[in-house]
């Protein structure tokens, strides 16, 4: 039991635990970050499994997805049965998901591999913030959700570079391979320096929220991608999962507000502090993720760099969210949440629009300026954030918070790569349908889909295919502009939306109080 000095004063061995717990989230956010690098070389139909954009799209979110629906649950879970036996068993869940995603033999497999490593990631990630807010006082708590948001940052940094590496030398398989020693270490770490707690008075778990919750996401992302593949919403098979998905959705928030122990409980966004810090969350990773979706084939296939080459120009992005990422408490401190937030995410939507204006002949200095603008934006909305949603929660309910701000971020995100890329896609195959016109129709259709079974077929075709590539590009570029246009005003509703709803400088009065709550055991 976790003694009234050690509540005030947090866990001694906190900043070593901290440690760990950013290593040991590595592996979650390693795994995004690579796959996004690996995705051109996992379409390719020699090197990789020849997978489709909307295949590709459902190996990101059938993760997520995945991910999303079981964050609650199992940071429910984690609080009633500790949080350290959670952390373990995800880690476990998530090595042997990436062993199976390494060794896929199509596209299917991948994504069923991919689903079954979102439930690892899941017990992982809730933990890791749960324990950090047990461990640590509130007044270190800020700073030390920014260093943790900083180790994301690392992740971030070291991935491109580290699947770049992997792709030059081994088959796509090692980008998830890669996986298993960090989960190795990271279990024995923790084995060793994490200490277990839990909720002395745990919530009931909540299988009907939870089924419908995942039932909605999975119809309305289903519903979003195929309106991209088939780039119309006129078709019934569109609008059936869309509208299944929505009222799907809306059942479960109804049931949700009549029980006594939802797995998402609705009654916290009365606190306008913390829905309008989920609400930033969900704005910006929606915007980024779609956007981020086509920069790995703008930097590879239009601006014909090598993996390796590509995780290199992403560091910019990565080394200013190290920098700033653990100052970021300070900058909330100084100017308050409200001007903090809203000014990053004026930059955010900046470098979103700038993208727009990119073509084949754009400097690379450019491109870097903007993703490490990009990348220091990014590091003051994350961290302040989260801890206002951290504190907007009881200490004992740590996991449950967790799971709250992870859930959204990780749907937000789904459903950017969803409608973006949809977006994307229709907008492609409009602009290509006119050099495909003398094609057969079933090689049309297929070509239509996606840039590289554009350039995939113009290689099939030898010199009759080389017309095709000059129109595949411009059309890429067309739909990646008016893609980057929608993130960025997207993310400039998120700036509105601080402007208007998020409180101003906030001195957390509850402190003293919470700090008299039972004892997390």
Known sequence: M???????LGHPRRWQILGVLVFSLLAVVLDNTILNVALKTIADPQDGLGASQSQLEWAINSYTLVFAG????????????????????????????????????????????????????????????????????????GKAIGVWAGGVGLAVAIGPITGGLLLEHFWWGSVFLVNLPIVVISMVLIGLVVPESRDPKPSKLDPVGVLLSIVGLVALTYGIIRGGELATVASAEVLVPVVLGVAVLAAFVWYERRIDHPAFDVTHFRDPRFSTAIGMIGIVFFAMMGAMFFLVFYLQIVLGFTPL??????????????????????????????????????????????????????PVLVIEVVFFVQGAAMA???????????????????????AMSNTVRQVAGALGVALLGSLLSATYRDEITPALAGLP???????????????????????????????????????????????????????????RWLPGRHVPASEENRDKEPAVV
């Open 2 to 8: 976790t003694s009234p000095l050690e509540q005030k």
């Open 70 to 141: 079981l964050l609650f649950t199992f940071g429910v879970i984690g609080d009633r049965t500790g949080r350290k036996r959670m952390l373990l068993i995800g880690m476990v869940l998530f090595g042997l998901a990436s062993l199976a995603s390494a060794y896929a033999q199509d596209p299917a497999q991948l994504i069923a591999a991919r689903a079954f490593m979102g439930i690892g990631g899941a017990a992982i990630m809730p933990a890791t913030l749960a324990i950090i807010s047990n461990v640590f006082p509130p007044q270190e708590r």
């Open 309 to 362: 080459q590509a995780g290199a120009l992403m560091l910019p992005f990565a080394v200013a969210q190290l920098i700033f990422a653990p100052l970021s408490q300070q900058m909330t401190a100084r100017f308050g949440a409200k001007l903090t937030a809203t000014v990053s995410m004026v930059i955010v939507a900046a470098a979103l629009a700038a993208y727009a204006f990119m073509d084949a002949g754009t």
């Open 380 to 402: 003051n909305i994350m961290p302040p954030a989260t801890t206002a949603i951290m504190e907007s929660m009881p200490r004992e309910k740590a996991g449950v918070g967790s």
């Open 441 to 499: 129709e079933e090689a049309r259709h297929e070509a239509g889909e996606s840039l590289t079974r554009t350039l995939a077929l113009a290689g099939e075709l030898g010199e009759r295919g080389a017309a095709l590539i000059a129109p595949a590009l411009r059309a890429f570029l067309d739909g990646m502009h008016v893609t980057a246009l929608v993130a960025a005003g997207i993310a400039l509703v998120g700036a509105l939306t601080v402007v």
